[in-house]
């Protein structure tokens, strides 16, 4: 049977309904009907009729939209989504809420798995070693170690650029996609807010204080508003494009880029300002100063990237995205001996960017207050 939720249409085997009914009750039952009740903004739903024992039953089969946006686009989503609700219903005050009888996955050979009794999930996935994969804050340590740059690292800065530019090729129309992941730049419990929660109490720190960063959260809701509708831009993303073990280099010198997150689609600045800035930080944390050999990664990465795509409104779309992560750079928490002056310096380049109409390549000194 077919049906439809929001504007998609999905394949139920009748023999699979059955078979997962079975496996519920422990029981011989047979569908008696399946016809779909209504949809709203979020959810479709459709009343299954099945008899057990001769018995009569009567279940409502909820399904997520994933057309509307609030939060669903992906099946990440819908899946938090239905169990959450299936924990919620099922530790409700007695009496005062119906019971959810499972949360069952649809897989695409038409099978019904029950998912609803799960207290976790297990992410499986091919082992990487070390010796598959250099991380490219080797390289980084090295550099600043060495104060130098060699002909590797200026083609390894080269081989970022191309990843990067063909991975952004990939464009999708979607507004709601790209909206949503502006306001998971501001509020997603990963990104800029969620980030500030996990910060000691900023009533004691030292290079910081609550007043300045209302003030940083304040201009990125402003920022949000000004970008949200450049939905143009959309384009296949990492989602956390660092040196700390998810860009790795092959023996060959092939890039590795591991642990995609967040968001499959979004804006192309997300993955430029996250490396770039580590070229920054690097800098600040072991000289204090954006200086060379960081200065000329930093040049040549983001001139290379701004050549290769002719992406010259990345400039007036990164600020917030170099405020997020300048605030995951100076966390306590992640560089806890990095002194109270260079935690200053970064905290000095958001706000001026910030307060900035567009990011000017040759003025990252200028922001940190230099």
């Known amino acids: 049977m077919r049906?439809?939720?929001?504007?998609?249409?999905?394949?139920l085997k009748e023999s699979e309904?059955?078979?997962f009914v079975v496996r519920r009750f422990k029981k011989k039952a047979r569908i008696v009907g399946l016809r779909k009740l209504?949809?709203?903004?979020h959810n479709a739903g459709f009343l299954?009729?099945?008899?057990v024992d001769g018995k009569e039953h009567h279940w409502v089969m909820r399904m997520v939209r994933g057309d509307t946006g609030w939060g669903h686009d992906y099946l990440g989503d819908r899946a938090a989504t239905l169990l959450l609700q299936h924990q919620l219903f099922n530790t409700a005050p007695e009496g005062t809420c119906c019971r959810s009888i499972d949360v069952a996955a649809l897989l695409g050979n038409g099978k019904i798995v029950s998912v609803g009794d799960a207290t976790e999930f297990l992410g499986l996935v091919e082992e990487v070693k070390d010796t598959d994969g250099q991380p490219y804050s080797e390289d980084l340590f090295r550099i600043a170690h060495d104060r130098a740059v060699n002909d590797q690292d200026l083609k390894r800065c080269d081989m970022l650029v191309d990843y990067l530019a063909?991975?952004?090729?990939?464009?999708?129309k979607n507004p709601i996609l790209y909206k949503r992941h502006i306001r998971d730049l501001i509020g997603h419990g990963e990104m800029l807010m969620g980030v500030v929660d996990t910060y000691p109490d900023l009533r004691k720190l030292d290079f910081t204080n609550a007043k300045e960063i209302e003030g940083i959260e304040m201009k990125a809701v402003e920022w949000r508003n000004k970008i949200k509708f450049k939905d143009h831009r959309l384009s296949r993303i990492h989602g956390d494009f660092h040196p700390f073990g998810n860009i790795r280099f092959r023996r060959d010198n092939s890039v590795m880029a591991l642990d995609l997150a967040r968001e499959e689609y979004g804006e192309p600045a997300d993955d430029v300002s996250s490396l770039s800035m580590n070229y920054v930080f690097f800098s600040v944390w072991h000289y204090g100063k954006f200086l060379d050999p960081f200065k000329t990664l930093f040049n040549r990465f983001m001139n290379g990237y701004?050549?290769?795509?002719g992406d010259e409104e990345l400039l007036g779309i990164i600020p917030p995205f170099y405020a997020f992560r300048g605030?995951?750079?100076?966390?306590?928490?992640?560089?806890?001996?990095?002194?109270h002056t260079k935690r200053r310096s970064i905290l000095t380049f958001i706000v001026n960017i910030l307060n900035s109409d567009r990011f000017e390549v040759d003025r990252v000194e200028e922001y940190l207050g230099a």
Do not use: C
């Not at 299954?48 to 008899?51: D, E, P, S, V």
């Not at 063909?166 to 999708?172: A, C, D, I, Q, V």
């Open 3 to 11: 049906v439809r939720v929001g504007s998609r249409i999905y394949n």
């Open 327 to 339: 605030l995951v750079v100076t966390h306590p928490h992640y560089y806890p001996d990095m002194e």
């Open 38 to 41: 209504g949809e709203g903004f």
């Open 17 to 19: 309904l059955k078979e």
């Open 166 to 172: 063909k991975l952004h090729s990939r464009k999708k």
């Open 48 to 51: 299954l009729t099945l008899k």
């Open 306 to 309: 701004l050549k290769a795509t």
